[in-house]
């Protein structure tokens, strides 16, 4: 079991760039969730998903779209990056019958 | 919604000493409040939690304690060491389809 990967590890993009972070469990984990990380600010959700087909909104979607056309991937799209937006990301995942929530190794993104 | 704050955002000790770290909530239908630790440039990874029908829960040097009158649960370490230095987020929860709601994280040092 991979867990729950991510990828890039890392990535630099210019203001008004798109990019798509990727994220996979191989759980079959119901449950997957993005959340971002800003100093002082603990975990943030942006958006999540309960099954293949469903997302809705967190705490901080602006600026973000996901889709969940598999149970196994969850990707975020930044639909045109913003400074605002240099954060580490992480994504999420559990099982519909758990309480515990496990994270991927996360995505450190600037934006320049 | 449910609203986590987590009280104060350092906490320097002894090697040896205990550590509490105590988080309150506001949303009396939580139920499951689980505790993170993030070591530098780490992902989040559980360390423990409890559920509202149980008061306290031990494993080995952590352990976890509920007021729901109160509402409010702490983290106890006790015989602390420098690996536990790290971040340590709160979270809440209101029921298995509900959202988690993070506290803003601690930053626990543990002096040799």
Partial sequence: NAGVTQTPKFQVLKTGQSMTLQCA????????????????????????????????QGEVPNGYNVSRSTTEDFPLRLLSAAPSQTSVYFCASRAGSSYEQYFGPGTRLTVT | GENVEQHPSTLSVQEGDSAVIKCTYSDSASNYFPWYKQELGKRPQLIIDIRSNVGEKKDQRIAVTLNKTAKHFSLHITETQPEDSAVYFCAARGGANSKLTFGKGITLSVRP
């Fill in chain 1, 25 to 56: 469990q191989d759980m079959n984990h119901e449950y997957m969730s993005w959340y971002r990380q800003d100093p002082g600010m603990g975990l943030r959700l942006i958006h999540y998903s309960v099954g293949a087909g469903i997302t809705d």
